[in-house]
């Protein structure tokens, strides 16, 4: 082997290497935001509860 293959060898694993962590860091941000809108919703999904409760009291009356 000469030291050009070498170090094309080295270039790709370093690229390689890159790609994984930054695939990483990409997914643990996406599980984050997803987790985040989960919360989100159900919160929305718990007001609109409570909001349809109260309207129904108030049409009963």
């Not at 690229?15 to 994984?20: K, Q, Y």
């Not at 599980?31 to 349809?52: P, S, Y």
Request: proline share 0%; no cysteine; hydrophobic share 75%.
């Amino acid at each position: 082997m000469d030291i050009q293959q070498i170090i094309r060898w080295l270039v790709v694993a370093i690229v390689m290497i890159v790609a994984v962590v930054l695939l990483d860091v990409i997914l643990n941000v996406f599980g984050f935001l997803l987790e985040m809108g989960v919360r989100v919703l159900l919160i929305l999904l718990l007001v609109a509860i409570v909001l349809r409760f109260i309207d129904l009291f108030r049409k009963r009356r």
